[in-house]
């Protein structure tokens, strides 16, 4: 594993508790982030501090356990959350969690996102699935995530709590934290207008064959649906042509 630069990792942290504040998807001192800096190093934020005002200083080296090295500052009490996802996952060297208002509103409703509907959530993302509540900051937390969910997907929806997601780069966590929220905002408009259109099996195939191609890293799937009514054939029969106008 080569390691990171944890000067320049400090500062990316940085901006993302920034971006996540600012995008409202925390609030006050809520939500946490981390970077696997190396085989035995994990860079986190600490405890009791908002996001959107971190300094480098602020934030905290633990080990794979979660015991602090180096840092002023306690670190999250959801630390063992983090360093779970490293332990269960080689591959992951940053976690998000956040409390992204729409897709948290599906967390609390116990609604998982994995219709097939949007192609880059089906890329990306494969599915959200629903993981059960566990207290924050304690092993039950984590125990439906990795009996379940950790192997196949890299987005997950935490019962009653918020999202968590993780990635190869701190970057793409975050862009994954955007996406859940994203498809979450979308999904709930199309319910509030009557219906979720989702893609056939065939095309939801499609997508997830694609994957490779714009390297995604998720495993795991979407719920394939079988239904009469596809996008590509309901506008065709819903939406009614423009009269021409015979003067033009």
């Not at 408009?189 to 259109?197: C, D, K, P, S, Y």
Request: negative net charge; aromatic residues 8%; glycine residues 6%.
């Amino acid at each position: 594993m080569e390691p990171f630069d944890e000067d320049e990792m400090r500062a990316l942290i940085c901006e993302v508790g920034h971006r996540i504040w600012t995008r409202e998807y925390i609030a006050a001192n809520d939500g946490n982030i981390s970077v696997r800096l190396s085989q035995a190093e994990v860079l986190a934020t600490p405890a009791s501090v908002g996001k959107g005002f971190l300094k480098p200083g602020d934030l905290v080296v633990v080990d794979l356990e979660g015991n602090k090295l180096r840092g002023e500052s306690r670190p999250s009490s959801e630390i063992r959350m983090h360093t779970a996802f490293y332990h269960a996952r080689s591959d992951i060297r940053a976690v998000v969690h956040a409390h992204p208002p729409t897709a948290t509103g599906f967390a609390v409703a116990g609604i998982p996102l994995d219709r097939a509907l949007l192609p880059e959530a089906v890329i990306y993302l494969g599915a959200v699935p629903l993981v059960r509540y566990g207290v924050p900051g304690t092993d039950e937390l984590m125990e439906d995530i990795l009996e379940n969910f950790v192997r196949d997907y890299d987005a997950f929806l935490l019962a009653n709590h918020g999202v968590t997601t993780i990635s190869r780069t701190l970057l793409d966590a975050y862009h994954k934290m955007e996406m859940v929220e994203h498809f979450a905002k979308i999904s709930l408009v199309a319910r509030q207008l009557g219906r979720e259109n989702v893609f056939s099996p065939a095309r939801a195939q499609e997508l997830l064959d694609a994957r490779a191609r714009y390297g995604a890293i998720a495993r795991g799937g979407c719920r394939i649906e079988e239904s009469e009514d596809y996008p590509e054939t309901t506008y065709a029969r819903e939406v009614p042509m423009r009269p021409r106008n015979p003067e033009a």
